[in-house]
C-alpha cells in the first residue's frame, strides 16, 4: 500500500474562493505530479516536480499553481475557483533511480472538487 | 508528440472469460509500456509493466503483449473475476526523463 495522502477528499465551495488542495507522501520519492480526471476518464498531467523547488507544468493549461518546498509536500492552489474547475485531482509520487530504470507512479486517493 | 489510442472503451465479459484491450502508440521510440487499474474512488494503481527490449511479460492471470513493428501492445486478463471490474488505463513514455502519455481507458464489467 502506498504511503501517500490527499485532503479534503470531497470539497464543494463557491465560485472565486482561493482553494488549496493538499498532498504528501512519506515515501521520499523526488518526483511529483499533478492529474485532473473527470470520473473514471482520461488523466491529464498539469503539474510535476522533480524535486524540492522545481516545478514544471504539465501537457493541460491550468489556472492552479504548485509549490515544492519539501520532499513530502505538493500543495496545489486555485487563487479563484471557477465551475469549470469542477474533477477531481489526483496527486502522484515516483521514485527517482539511475539512469536506464523505470518508475512506478504512486497515486493518492484523490480529491473530488466541485465549484459552484 | 506522443499520442496513445485505447480500444474499447468499455469492455463487458462472463466471469471466468477472457478479457483484451489493446493500445497504439505513434512515437517508435516509446520504451516504456506501464498498465494501471482504478478502482471506484481510489487512485489508479500499477499492475503490469513492459519495456520495449521484451514481447510479452506475465504475472498470474495478466499478461502484456508488446508489437514494436505495429506499435502496438495489449493487456490480457484469463478467468475474469468480479474484483476484475475497473478502468483500466495504458500508458507509454520515450524514456526516463519524459512524461507517461495515457489512454483513454477502458471500463471493464465482470458479469455474474
Known amino acids: 500500500e502506498a504511503d501517500i495522502y490527499q485532503t479534503p477528499r470531497y470539497l464543494v465551495i463557491g465560485t472565486g474562493k482561493k482553494i488549496t488542495l493538499e498532498c504528501s507522501q512519506t515515501?521520499?520519492?523526488?518526483?511529483m505530479y499533478w492529474y485532473q480526471q473527470d470520473p473514471g476518464m482520461e488523466l491529464h498531467l498539469i503539474h510535476y516536480?522533480?524535486?524540492?523547488?522545481?516545478?514544471e507544468k504539465g501537457d493541460l493549461s491550468s489556472e492552479s499553481t504548485v509549490s515544492r518546498i519539501r520532499t513530502e509536500h505538493f500543495p496545489l492552489t486555485l487563487e479563484s475557483a471557477r465551475p469549470s474547475h469542477t474533477s477531481q485531482y489526483l496527486c502522484a509520487s515516483s521514485p527517482v533511480f539511475v539512469q536506464g530504470t523505470f518508475d512506478e507512479q504512486f497515486f493518492g486517493p484523490g480529491t473530488r472538487l466541485t465549484v459552484l | 508528440g506522443e499520442n496513445v489510442e485505447q480500444h474499447p472503451s468499455t469492455l463487458s465479459v462472463q466471469e471466468g472469460d477472457s478479457a483484451v484491450i489493446k493500445c497504439t502508440y505513434s512515437?517508435?521510440?516509446?520504451?516504456?509500456f506501464p498498465w494501471y487499474k482504478q478502482e471506484l474512488g481510489k487512485g489508479p494503481q500499477l499492475i503490469i509493466d513492459i519495456r520495449s527490449n521484451v514481447g510479452e511479460k506475465k504475472d498470474q492471470r495478466i499478461a502484456v503483449t508488446l508489437n514494436k513493428t505495429a506499435k502496438h501492445f495489449s493487456l490480457h486478463i484469463t478467468e475474469t473475476q468480479p474484483e476484475d471490474s475497473a478502468v483500466y488505463f495504458c500508458?507509454?513514455?520515450?524514456?526516463?526523463?519524459?512524461?507517461?502519455?495515457w489512454g483513454a481507458g477502458t471500463k471493464l464489467i465482470i458479469k455474474p
Open positions: 512515437d517508435s521510440a516509446s520504451n516504456y
Open positions: 516536480s522533480y524535486g524540492v523547488n522545481s516545478t
Open positions: 500508458a507509454a513514455r520515450l524514456g526516463s526523463n519524459y512524461q507517461l502519455i
Open positions: 515515501m521520499g520519492h523526488d518526483k
